[in-house]
């Protein structure tokens, strides 16, 4: 089974950038599409962003698009989010998670379709 090891997560002032990674320190990373996820304090966890096993496909909430690119580079099993523009609601535990399937149909992008899960990296957008 996969095991998953986020990093790059930090404090940014508004309108900065971060770059997060996923490792997949147990397992191919390839097989699977990846999400990524956060969670913001007091609420439950949502997507964020995904990519089919190829990095073919790239999938966004609307919240986040056109200033947040997921991406993978399979060779060196590792996912990554780039993240620009953040704003203070930005603010969460972001975690990466992956999927076996290859249909990505509405609704594909849940967290209840994801896992394992790991420990999470903290991004704090704040002046």
């Known amino acids: 089974q996969v095991q998953l090891v986020e990093s790059g997560g930090g404090l940014v002032q508004p309108g900065g950038s971060l770059t997060l990674s996923c490792a997949a320190s147990?397992?191919?990373?390839?097989?699977?599409?990846v999400g990524w996820f956060r969670q913001p304090p007091g609420k439950a966890r949502e997507p964020v962003a995904g990519?089919?096993?190829?990095?073919?496909?790239?999938f966004y909430e609307d919240s986040v698009r056109g200033r947040f690119t997921i991406s993978r580079d399979n060779p060196k099993n590792l996912a990554y989010l780039q993240m620009t523009q953040l704003k203070p609601e930005d603010t969460a535990v972001y975690y990466c998670?992956?999927?076996?399937?290859?249909?990505?149909?509405?609704?594909?992008?849940?967290?209840?379709?994801?896992?394992?899960w790991g420990q999470g990296t903290q991004v704090t957008v704040s002046s």
């Open positions: 147990k397992g191919t990373l390839s097989n699977y599409a």
């Open positions: 998670a992956v999927n076996p399937t290859r249909r990505y149909e509405t609704g594909w992008l849940r967290a209840s379709n994801f896992g394992p």
């Open positions: 990519i089919n096993w190829s990095g073919g496909l790239t």
